[in-house]
């Protein structure tokens, strides 16, 4: 029987298989960042032991850092206290830092890939949920807790039940207008905000074989919203091109080496996945949630399901109390409903083409006089080509903040929040009860989607403004 | 890490589905880099009135004193949502050794039990029952026999918890150690991987 993309990487990775118990596995690349780690180096120090690997980890600030004037020292002193405490850290035990000032500086899980730290065949992970967005690499990329960065600081190796298997296959063209956030957020609200706890997803198909990779990047990212363990993607021509020529990317003839071992990364046609599930592109639309998960998510020319519809109590009770939280009525559209912030940015859209795709719908427009727009690239890196590609005068032309770079609004840790009873259009991957400040109401939806709210000032159907394909 | 083998305690009901580690510990509360004092801030936008902890929410059941106890149950999807491990320890540091709900995320569930703290995965009919129970009603959690029962009415259920985690929560001993004791085989490992 042939083996799926999982179990080859999986199986080249175990060290040990405990009886009747998880499997020690080991970890090629370790990411970490100054929220998640702190207790974990505590840790190792407790027990009078040095990292085992440390040239394996690799670190940056972003969490917490503000997103403005990064050249000052924090205001917020147990930011700063907990950034200084990274750096401390890095320095003691050897690890690189990318750090704020440094050119390398950016959302984790926007730095490797565009390192090129991330890379086919690898096992990653991070104290960060997001970390699935590694998996769009071919990689078997997963988050895990601080008790487990500290395991990865031991012995580069963690202990993980093995999960199951899940394939989604999309095949067929995507309307205009629908990118790859509208096909997640698709997904996610049909098989729900559990759908997939239990499994590692493998996304295939041709349309997924026709994305970019920073839009293979955005799907991968939000497979734990799912409560999936991980997401991944085979890798192919689109990733080799992306990946090849970058700082980490191994060169010359260790590149053709590397090459002709993964392109052995992919699903044998024979191989068995737990759970298959097949979705037509066509009937993608652009999506918005209207609740507080992502799994609460609809088409935007849809009405919010009527609460006496659904079956399980516990769902309509779910739905009943994120309605009451989002000042929402079921049964009704979202479509010209005023929004007052836009916020661009996070783990899973801040790339340079999710910018790309926002300055060809803003160039020359204005945002809309009530609606406070920012924007946050997510590295110095995303910044600086945003720069040479002029994009950040587009933003400033419209009207929107542009800030440094850092996970920001996404979780409001630093200042970046969105006021309690306002609503925010956000590309980011969480829309809980108070994920980007107190008492604050996130509509999840499309980098486009955000856009043109941006201009309207309302829920916006994109088809509505755009006539050319993204 | 702490043993634990027994619990027999009231609960505090939270019958509410997905809730995630965002209500459990909301992000402005991870600046801390111990694991210490998060029990002061668990459900925190739900417990207080405009995030003053001078004003409890009269309705939610941790300002309750009806409710007590060493066990919460809650809801279906316990947990998902970001991977902070500051949920978990938030959970221990308020005094809960166990969680009980029909369903759990992933990344939660690993970190609870590599904190001590027991997630007792139940059936929903099961779950109903307890949500049923009066105030005054206590659980029975056995980790070595892997049973979970209501001891007024005796009714009971197992529940699955893997041979090796038990082992380590029985005992107290904690996966880095086990991991510091494999060094050589990992060495071993990144020679023939190479």
């Known amino acids: ?470 | 890490m702490k043993a634990l083998q027994k619990i027999k305690s009231q609960f505090v009901p939270l019958p509410m589905e997905n809730i995630d580690t965002d209500q459990i510990i909301p992000a402005r509360f991870l600046k801390a880099t111990t694991r210490d004092g998060f029990g002061k801030n668990l459900f925190r936008d739900w417990r207080y009135e405009q995030d003053d902890s001078t004003k409890p929410k009269a309705d939610f059941v941790l300002n309750q004193a009806i409710y007590a106890g060493e066990i919460l149950v809650a809801g279906k999807n316990f947990g998902c949502g970001s991977s902070r491990e500051h949920a978990a320890w938030s959970i221990l540091d308020y005094g809960f050794y166990a969680v009980v709900s029909s369903f759990f995320a992933d990344i939660f569930k690993n970190n609870a039990l590599n904190n001590g703290v027991l997630p007792v995965t139940v059936s929903d009919a099961f779950l109903q029952k307890i949500f049923q129970q009066p105030s005054t009603a206590t659980l029975s959690i056995n980790v070595e026999e892997q049973t979970i029962t209501i001891d007024a009415s005796g009714e009971q259920e197992s529940f699955e918890l893997n041979p090796y985690k038990k082992t380590c929560l029985l005992n107290g001993y904690d996966d880095i150690d086990f991991l510091l004791s494999k060094k050589d085989t990992i060495e071993k490992f990144e020679k023939e991987l190479i």
């Open chain 1, 1 to 470: 029987m042939g083996k799926t993309l999982f179990d080859k990487i999986w199986d080249q990775h175990v060290v040990e298989k405990i009886e009747n118990g998880p499997s020690v596995l080991y970890i090629d690349k370790h990411f970490i960042h100054e929220v998640t780690s702190p207790q974990a180096f505590k840790g190792i120090e407790q027990r009078g032991v040095t990292l085992f690997r440390p040239k394996q980890t690799i670190a940056t600030a972003d969490h917490n850092v503000p997103t403005i004037n990064q050249h000052l020292p924090i205001k917020d002193q147990l930011s700063k206290m907990q950034v200084d405490q990274l750096i401390e850290n890095c320095d003691k035990h050897g690890v690189e830092l990318y750090g704020l000032g440094h050119p390398y500086q950016g959302i984790v899980h926007v730095i490797g890939p565009e390192l090129g730290i991330t890379q086919p065949g690898m096992t990653i992970v991070c104290g960060d949920s997001h970390t699935s967005t590694h998996g769009a690499f071919g990689a078997i990329a997963f988050g895990i807790g601080t008790s487990e960065v500290e395991m990865v600081f031991a012995s580069q190796c963690v202990l993980q039940a093995k999960p199951k298997t899940m394939r989604i296959n999309i095949e067929g063209e995507l309307q205009s207008g629908v990118v790859s956030k509208d096909i997640i957020l698709y997904i996610i609200a049909k098989i729900s905000a559990s759908g997939a706890t239990g499994y590692f997803v493998e996304y295939a198909g041709a349309t997924i074989r026709s994305l970019s990779m920073e839009a293979r990047m955005t799907i991968c990212n939000m497979s734990i919203e799912m409560g999936a363990r991980g997401g991944m993607i085979a890798p192919d021509e689109n990733t080799f091109n992306y990946m090849q020529g970058r700082a980490y990317a191994p060169k010359g003839t260790l590149w053709d080496d590397q090459l002709s071992v993964w392109k052995k990364l992919y699903s044998d046609e024979d191989a068995i996945f737990d759970k298959e599930l097949n979705i037509d592109a066509w009937s993608i639309q652009p999506m918005i949630t209207y609740g507080t998960n992502p799994g609460l998510g609809m088409a935007i020319n849809a009405s919010i399901p009527l609460s006496d519809t659904i079956l399980d109590e516990g769902e309509r009770k779910n739905l009943i109390k994120a309605l009451q939280y989002m000042g929402l009525e079921e049964g009704k559209s979202l479509i010209g409903m005023p929004i007052q912030h836009v916020f661009i940015g996070s783990c899973t859209n801040s790339r340079i083409e999710d910018l790309r795709q926002v300055a060809a719908l803003v160039k020359g427009k204005k945002k809309h006089d009530l609606v406070k727009v920012m924007i946050v690239p997510g590295s110095q890196q995303v910044a600086k080509q945003a720069h040479a590609e002029g994009l950040d005068h587009i933003f400033a032309e419209a009207g929107f903040q542009i800030r440094q770079a850092g996970c920001s609004a996404c979780l409001g840790m630093n200042d970046d929040k969105i006021p309690a009873g306002t609503y925010c259009i956000s590309t980011s991957n969480r829309n809980f009860e108070g994920r980007q400040g107190a008492g604050a109401r996130t509509l999840l939806a499309s980098p486009l989607t955000a856009a043109a709210a941006a201009i309207t000032g309302v829920v916006t159907d994109i088809r509505e403004m755009i006539k050319e394909k993204f």
